[in-house]
């Protein structure tokens, strides 16, 4: 039994230092040691842009060192080619724009939505001067009528498109945001989830437009939602002199605004 135990003993002092010397290499590496896993490595020459928005943060109280090293943070390798590949950019003609939103679907879909949602439209539409064919086809666009809110992480999606210095300036001040909405409202980050842009919800809103146009508490409610794309518009409106400009600052893009508005004519025809 004696020489059996000996090789025993032995073994386990070797797993233990092992896993000491782990330990003590992870804390010298820093934050950065624990972004990167098997699965989700941010590339080496990219980890600088993340111990700059970790000291980015630390300047302003907030920990967000401890987010990074979640288990749930992922790097969104190539996040930037979403952006630079999206539908608005690649598409030549309005009819293959609308080909890709599945404009006809939606046109076939949009009328049961609004009756279904008849008292909250004509509500936001007295409310904040938006015909509710508008606001109907944005959420229609947006998510195809709160069928589809994304699958990716907000908190996620602005720290690798920092990690990737596309849009940086703009991702960081939508985290900042972000966390500010998270904070004020106990949300758990990581449970969020949006477009690769970092839109929530049915609405598809950026956190700045969350923190400064949305109504209601809860941002999965249909009818907060529905009010809130007419509080926006309204803004933008009264900003822009027309409701087509409006509809271009939700998402600058032409196609974009001609397809919402080509909806919504759709729409009240049917009514």
């Known amino acids: ?52 928005l970790i000291e980015h943060f630390d300047s302003k109280g907030v920990d967000l060192k401890s987010l990074l090293e979640d288990p749930r943070f992922e790097y969104y390798e190539g996040i930037t080619q979403r952006f630079t590949r999206s539908a608005e950019r690649r598409t030549p003609t309005f009819e293959e724009y609308k080909r890709i939103l599945g404009f006809d679907a939606k046109k076939r879909q949009i009328k049961a939505f609004i009756t279904e949602h008849e008292k909250q439209l004509i509500k936001a539409e007295e409310e904040y001067d938006i015909p509710r064919y508008v606001i109907a086809a944005i959420i229609g666009v947006e998510s195809d009528f709160g069928q589809n809110i994304g ?38 980050v990581f449970e969020l989830k949006s477009s690769y842009a970092g839109a929530m919800s049915f609405a ?11 109504v209601g508490d809860d941002i999965f409610d249909m ?4 009010l809130s794309i007419g509080n926006y518009l309204a803004h933008f409106k009264g900003v822009t002199g027309s409701l087509e400009r409006a509809v271009f600052r ?13 909806l919504a004519n759709e729409a009240e025809a049917m009514f």
């Open 250 to 262: 939700y998402n600058p893009s032409q196609l974009y605004t001609d397809a919402v508005l080509a």
């Open 1 to 52: 039994m004696k020489q059996l135990t000996t090789p025993l003993t032995a073994i386990m002092v070797c797993l233990m230092i092992t896993l000491q010397a782990s330990s003590l290499s992870a804390q010298q590496n820093g934050p950065l040691a624990a972004l990167t896993t098997p699965n989700d490595p941010v590339p080496e020459e990219l980890r600088g842009n993340i111990t700059k």
């Open 151 to 188: 699958r990716f992480n907000p908190l996620n999606a602005y720290v690798s498109m920092i990690a990737e210095d596309y849009r940086a300036d703009f991702a960081r001040a939508q985290l900042e945001e972000l966390l500010q909405f998270t904070e004020r409202k106990e949300i758990d």
């Open 204 to 214: 598809q809103f950026i956190p700045y437009s969350i923190n400064r146009w949305w």
């Open 223 to 226: 009818n907060n939602n529905i």
